[in-house]
């Protein structure tokens, strides 16, 4: 079984410039989540999806970051304008279990963004 | 903001030796897991315990659970060098998991 795919595993920006980072979860999995993960720190989360539909984005910073999972399977994290605190890794993790039953999560190798 | 507080930040043991990790978290929960990230990986899962639970067991790995002192432990027995990872908990209540700062366990050949 194929594990969580993310794109691309390294980008570096200069500030105020866009980044889009792709997400392929396991075949299946309904639930989709993006998390931040800033050095010596624990992941954050940003959004949860289920299927096609948003469950949590109250910690995306909406003015900048914005993410879509439209046909419930790939999803897009975009940040725009980037700022140097943006600086992390984010994760793409997935589960089968629905949104209320989390259960555990399988995660992607990450997508680690540089802002310079 | 991070619900599980893991303890200690950094833990440093020889080979064979058992390695302890604590957390500790806030609010009532459904479940929580432990998740082991090595450098510039993803998290992978170790193991669920419920919140009716006291004790778990996979392999190496021993989970305890109090639930009246809302904390957890991790214990790794006979460590080995590729146990050397970060360890993080997770809480699971009705927010989705909530991870906290981790421990970060090397283990010296």
């Known amino acids: 079984e194929a594990g969580v795919a993310q794109s691309p595993r390294y980008k570096i920006i200069e500030k105020r410039q866009s980044v889009a980072f792709w997400c392929n979860p396991i075949s299946g999995h309904a639930t989709l989540y993006w998390y931040q993960q800033i050095l010596g720190q624990g992941p954050k989360l940003l959004i949860q999806f289920q299927n096609n539909g948003v469950v949590d984005d109250s910690q995306l910073p909406k003015d900048r970051f914005s993410a879509e999972r439209l046909k419930g399977v790939d999803s897009t994290l975009k940040i725009q304008p980037a700022k140097l605190e943006d600086s992390a890794v984010y994760l793409c993790?997935?589960?089968?279990?629905?949104?209320?039953?989390?259960?555990?999560?399988?995660f992607g190798e990450g997508s680690r963004l540089t802002v310079l | 903001s991070q619900q599980g507080e893991e303890d200690p930040q950094a833990l440093s043991i020889q080979e064979g030796e058992n390695a302890t990790m604590n957390c500790s978290y806030k609010t009532s929960i459904n479940n929580l897991q432990w998740y082991r990230q090595n450098s510039g990986r993803g998290l992978v899962h170790l193991i669920l315990?419920?919140?009716?639970?006291r004790e778990k067991h996979s392999g190496r790995l021993r989970v305890t659970l109090d639930t009246s002192k809302k904390s957890s432990s991790l214990l790794i027995t006979a460590s080995r060098a590729a146990d050397t990872a970060s360890y993080f908990c997770?809480?699971?209540?009705?927010?989705?998991?909530?991870f906290g700062k981790g421990t970060r366990l090397s283990v010296i050949a």
């Open positions: 997770a809480t699971d209540g009705n927010t989705p998991l909530v």
């Open positions: 315990i419920r919140s009716n639970e």
């Open positions: 993790a997935s589960s089968p279990r629905g949104a209320s039953n989390t259960g555990e999560l399988f």
